[in-house]
């Protein structure tokens, strides 16, 4: 199954997400650790948790573009049914 660019974009910025995630924590926490070890490890599980959610908001973007692909096909195969049922009711008359 071949992806559209949409995909791709969001399959890419997760990954990049990662990578800012694990760099990131290290370089806050070593940026920090100056002002005390209780303050540098709050700080990195505080950057921790946001590039956590900003992670999950992504995939919630992914998960969403898929639903609506799913319901697009589906409203297909109704609207198709239905003509077909409006096609053999109005033969019956």
């Known amino acids: 199954m071949q992806k559209d660019i949409y995909e791709r974009i969001i399959s890419f910025l997760q990954g990049a997400s990662w990578a800012i995630v694990l760099f990131g924590a290290l370089f806050t926490f070593q940026f920090s650790i100056l002002f005390g070890l209780s303050f540098a490890l709050f ?28 319901a697009k096909k589906q409203t297909k195969i109704l609207e198709k049914l239905y003509s077909q049922e409006s096609n053999s009711n109005s033969k019956e008359i």
Not at 48 to 69: P, T
């Open 43 to 70: 700080l990195t599980l505080l950057y921790i948790i946001v590039s956590l959610f900003l992670i999950l908001v992504l995939d919630a973007l992914s998960i969403n573009k898929q639903r609506l692909v799913e």
